[in-house]
């Protein structure tokens, strides 16, 4: 059962890029290795700008395929559920990353297939 539009992940592009950002604050992240803040705000603002440069139609400058899109999606997602292990976050610190990688995946793994959009 895949239901997650190309218009619903872009929705959802926007919002997960801002939270990636903000979200480090407000759960104080960075408690077990400063890494642990600044890699979620890198992310963020990376995500932001894969989320304007994509070819959806919340693209601001359609240059990235969606496809490549959600091969960077996928891509992020597993290095947010290695992170933890690699860069020794414990507590909120490797939840955090667990949490969205693990959400991430989900998403890009109930993307519906769409012919035209």
């Known amino acids: 059962m895949k239901f ?3 218009r619903i992940h872009a929705f959802l592009d926007y919002l997960v890029a801002i939270a990636l950002i903000v979200l480090p604050f407000l ?5 077990s290795n400063p890494l642990a803040l600044q ?3 890198v992310t963020g603002i990376a995500a932001l700008i894969l989320t304007i440069l994509t070819d959806h139609h ?3 400058i359609k240059v990235i395929s969606y496809k490549v899109h959600l091969i960077v999606d996928f891509a992020v997602a597993i290095v947010f559920i290695v992170a933890p292990f690699l860069l020794s976050f414990e507590g909120i610190d490797a939840y955090y990353y667990w949490v969205n990688g693990i959400a991430v995946l989900t998403v890009v793994s109930l993307h519906k297939a769409e012919i035209a959009s």
């Not at 759960?27 to 408690?31: E, I, K, V």
């Open 4 to 6: 997650v539009t190309k």
């Open 27 to 31: 759960l104080g992240l960075g408690s």
């Open 39 to 41: 890699l979620s705000v």
């Open 58 to 60: 919340l693209g601001l």
